[in-house]
């Protein structure tokens, strides 16, 4: 995984030196109107690009701490959950048949006393 880290920082590396090596004499004008008054005038073109990437890296990685942390509550309470119910499960199995047989009596005759609001008659 490091090794595939370091071919892609290389490859990136050669890819932006290869651009401005090829746009050197590229000057830009710049206006920032969207986001405030005012006009950068004869600004070279790879440090109009470069700080677009700086730019970029920094709403991704912004973007990626607010999902991480929101995973990583929902996995929280989710093996919270999971812990809960595998101990309702060891009680459940640990009962004894008898105890068990006694409940389901009770429970069937609860629901032959019930008399359903919505039964006819």
């Known amino acids: 995984m490091r090794a595939i880290l370091v071919v892609l920082t290389v490859v990136l590396i050669v890819c932006f030196l290869a651009f401005v090596v090829y746009n050197a004499g590229e000057r830009v004008n710049v206006n920032k109107q969207p986001f ?59 009962r004894p048949i008898e105890e068990s047989a006694e409940l389901l009596k009770g429970a069937d005759l609860k629901s032959e006393n019930f008399k359903s609001p919505f039964a006819k008659g």
């Open 36 to 94: 405030a008054q005012g006009q950068f005038h004869n600004v070279a073109l790879a440090e109009v690009v470069f700080w677009a990437f700086v730019g970029g890296v920094i709403l991704s990685l912004l973007v990626f701490v607010m999902i991480y942390i929101r995973q990583s509550v929902q996995l929280r309470a989710s093996r919270k959950r999971i812990r809960a119910l595998e101990g309702e499960v060891t009680i459940l199995r640990n």
